[in-house]
Nanobody
């Protein structure tokens, strides 16, 4: 398994920005499909954004144009740049790594959007 550690969450006002980071252990990061998921209270966990080993990306419709996922293979790190944040973006955000049978999760980082 790959160990994942997220950081960068916090409290931000509506319209503000945050950047989440997720550092992965090991030496196979470059071939992993990396994703950011989120889970709001009382709701199911949903996929927010995903980036392939070839750096192709996909986003859930609700964050398109506001969030950007990127990766730095030299640093074993995936990022989620979040802008124009809304109250509906409030959730625990989780980093995920997939490759074949490998499916690893981070511990999550809280993002709260509130005035």
């Amino acid at each position: 398994q790959v160990q994942l550690v997220e950081s960068g969450g916090g409290l931000v006002q509506p319209g503000g920005s945050l950047r989440l980071s997720c550092v992965a252990s090991g030496n196979i990061f470059s071939i992993l499909i990396m994703g950011w998921y989120r889970q709001a209270p009382g709701k199911q966990r949903e996929l927010v954004a995903v980036i392939s080993s070839a750096h192709s990306t996909n986003y859930v419709d609700s964050v398109k144009g506001r969030f950007t996922i990127s990766r730095d293979n030299a640093k074993n790190t995936v990022y989620l740049q979040m802008s124009s944040l809304k109250a509906d973006d409030t959730a625990v955000y989780y980093c995920n790594a997939k490759r074949g049978s490998l499916d690893s999760w981070g511990q999550g980082t809280q993002v709260t959007v509130s005035s």
